[in-house]
């Protein structure tokens, strides 16, 4: 199994760029996670979906931030305009649905640079 | 208070020794633990869950205290390759997958 797939694995863009950020996870999983982890905060859940459908978007920072789902294979995390403070990993995760003690797998992370 | 609450360390400890963390939570509803390691600039992954009637995988030994919301994990005879960093998971509750990381605490294992 690949795992879950995350693109790109570095990304350095200039304040106000669009960036987007892509997830595979991993097949049969039907729970999908977006994180942020940083020094100061740790690691912060963004948004999770279940079934391709956004269950709890509570973490998203503000509206410059938005994410999609548009079938069980693909994901993606979306800044317009960015800022320097969105520099930070962003993690994707995947699980199994059922009992709360199915584990997470996370992909390698995203490590966002905004200049 | 946090909701989840550990330690940030560093614990700095020789090859062998036995060593502690404990991470506590603020949620008494909570139904499920874990601990999680990660390892310098890569991914979290899952070290092992914790039961209410504790948990052991070899040198890795888990326990919940309910009474006092509290998970403790306890490292036995370290290794250098144990050098990371461990992340406390709670599920604030039962039905909700919604789950809570801690900030993590450091361990470096040194020969």
């Known amino acids: 199994d690949a795992g879950v797939i995350q693109s790109p694995r570095h990304e350095v863009t200039e304040m106000g760029q669009e960036v987007t950020l892509r997830c595979k996870p991993i097949?049969?999983?039907?729970?999908l996670f977006w994180y942020r982890q940083t020094m100061m905060r740790g690691l912060e859940l963004l948004i999770y979906f279940n079934n391709n459908v956004p269950i709890d978007d509570s973490g998203m920072p503000e509206d410059r931030f938005s994410a999609k789902m548009p079938n069980a294979s693909f994901s993606t995390l979306k800044i317009q305009p960015s800022e320097p403070r969105d520099s930070a990993v962003y993690f994707c995760a995947s699980s199994l649905s059922g009992l709360s003690y199915n584990e997470q797998f996370f992909g390698p992370g995203t490590r966002l640079t905004v200049l | 208070r946090k909701e989840v609450e550990q330690d940030p360390g560093p614990f700095n400890v020789p090859e062998g020794a036995t060593v502690a963390f404990n991470c506590t939570y603020s949620n008494s509803a909570s139904q499920s633990f874990f601990w999680y390691r990660q390892d310098c600039r890569k991914e979290p992954k899952l070290l092992m869950s914790v039961y209410s009637s504790g948990n052991e995988d070899g040198r890795f030994t888990a326990q919940l205290n309910r009474a006092s919301q509290y998970i403790s994990l306890l490292i036995r005879d370290s290794k250098l390759s144990d050098s990371a960093t461990y992340l406390c998971v709670v599920n604030p509750t039962g039905g909700s997958y919604i789950p809570t990381f801690g900030r993590g605490t450091s361990l470096i294992v040194h020969p």
């Open positions: 097949s049969g999983h039907d729970y």
